[in-house]
C-alpha cells in the first residue's frame, strides 16, 4: 500500500470500495422500487459510524482509520455523500475529497485514506494483501472488512482462519461459515445510511 499512515491505529475498517460503491447502487435501485421514492446518496461518515458500532466500538474516544482500496478506472465515489457537500451531484473524489479525511463524532476520532491499485497486481490480490498486511499488524486490535465476498471470500475466509493479532470483524450480505472472525450483515448499515426507516419496511 502506498501513502500508509506513519502508524496504525487501534481500529481500521479495510473497504473494497468499487464493491461497496456498486452495492450502494444497487440497494438504492431496488428499495426505491420497493418504497416508491427517491433516496438520497448513503451518508459516508453515517455508514462509517454504524459500522463500528457494529464491530464493537462504544462511544468515545476511539482512533479509527478507514482505508479504501479502489481501482484506477474508479476514481470516484459516486454513490455515496459528504455532508459538507450540499450538491447532491457532486462525486466523491477519492483522493482530492476523501484521501487523508478526519471526522469526529461520538463513536471516536476518523482518518479516510484511499489506496489506488496498481497496475502490477489485480484488485483482489491487492485486498488480500493488505488484509494480510492488517491482520498481521500487532498495534491492531480491531481489523473490520468490508470485501467482496462473492469474488474472493473462499480466500479471505481462509486467511482468518490463520492465526492473527487483532479481532477480525468481516461484513457480509449473507452469513458465512469460517473461523477466526465474526461477522455482520453489511445492507443494515448501508441501509441506515441511505435513510432507508425500519417502519417503512415493515408497516
Same mark, same amino acid.
Given at each position: 500500500?502506498?501513502?500508509?499512515?506513519?502508524?496504525?491505529?487501534? =481500529?481500521?475498517?479495510?473497504?473494497? @470500495? $468499487?464493491?461497496? %460503491?456498486?452495492?450502494?447502487? &444497487?440497494?438504492?435501485?431496488? *428499495?426505491?422500487?420497493?418504497?416508491?421514492?427517491?433516496?438520497?446518496?448513503?451518508?459516508?461518515?453515517?455508514?462509517?459510524?454504524?459500522?463500528?458500532?457494529?464491530?464493537?466500538?462504544?462511544?468515545?474516544?476511539?482512533?479509527?482509520?478507514?482505508?479504501?482500496?479502489?481501482?484506477?478506472?474508479?476514481?470516484?465515489?459516486?454513490?455515496?455523500?459528504?455532508?459538507?457537500?450540499?450538491?447532491?451531484? =457532486?462525486?466523491?473524489?477519492?483522493? @482530492? $475529497?476523501?484521501? %487523508?479525511?478526519?471526522?469526529? &463524532?461520538?463513536?471516536?476520532? *476518523?482518518?479516510?485514506?484511499?489506496?489506488?491499485?496498481?497496475?502490477?497486481?489485480?484488485?483482489?490480490?491487492?485486498?488480500?494483501?493488505?488484509?494480510?498486511?492488517?491482520?498481521?499488524?500487532?498495534?491492531?486490535?480491531?481489523?473490520?472488512?468490508?470485501?467482496?465476498?462473492?469474488?474472493?471470500?473462499?480466500?479471505?475466509?481462509?486467511?482468518?482462519?490463520?492465526?492473527?493479532?487483532?479481532?477480525?470483524?468481516?461484513?457480509?450480505?449473507?452469513?458465512?461459515?469460517?473461523?477466526?472472525?465474526?461477522?455482520?450483515?453489511?445492507?443494515?448499515?448501508?441501509?441506515?445510511?441511505?435513510?432507508?426507516?425500519?417502519?417503512?419496511?415493515?408497516?
Amino acid at each position: 500500500m502506498k501513502n500508509n499512515p506513519n502508524t496504525w491505529a487501534p =481500529h481500521v475498517i479495510l473497504v473494497d @470500495a $468499487d464493491y461497496l %460503491d456498486g452495492l450502494a447502487f &444497487d440497494l438504492t435501485v431496488n *428499495f426505491e422500487r420497493m418504497l416508491e421514492r427517491r433516496l438520497p446518496k448513503a451518508d459516508l461518515c453515517h455508514w462509517i459510524n454504524c459500522v463500528a458500532l457494529d464491530g464493537g466500538l462504544e462511544r468515545g474516544d476511539n482512533t479509527v482509520q478507514v482505508h479504501f482500496l479502489h481501482t484506477k478506472a474508479k476514481p470516484c465515489l459516486d454513490y455515496f455523500r459528504l455532508t459538507c457537500f450540499h450538491d447532491e451531484n =457532486h462525486k466523491l473524489a477519492f483522493e @482530492a $475529497d476523501l484521501n %487523508d479525511t478526519p471526522f469526529v &463524532d461520538p463513536v471516536g476520532r *476518523f482518518t479516510l485514506f484511499t489506496f489506488p491499485v496498481e497496475d502490477i497486481v489485480s484488485r483482489q490480490d491487492f485486498f488480500l494483501q493488505s488484509f494480510t498486511m492488517l491482520s498481521q499488524a500487532q498495534s491492531i486490535e480491531n481489523l473490520m472488512v468490508v470485501g467482496d465476498m462473492l469474488e474472493y471470500g473462499d480466500q479471505l475466509r481462509q486467511l482468518c482462519a490463520q492465526p492473527h493479532a487483532p479481532r477480525v470483524t468481516l461484513y457480509t450480505m449473507e452469513p458465512c461459515v469460517g473461523r477466526g472472525f465474526d461477522q455482520q450483515i453489511l445492507a443494515y448499515s448501508l441501509m441506515s445510511a441511505l435513510g432507508i426507516r425500519g417502519e417503512e419496511l415493515n408497516p
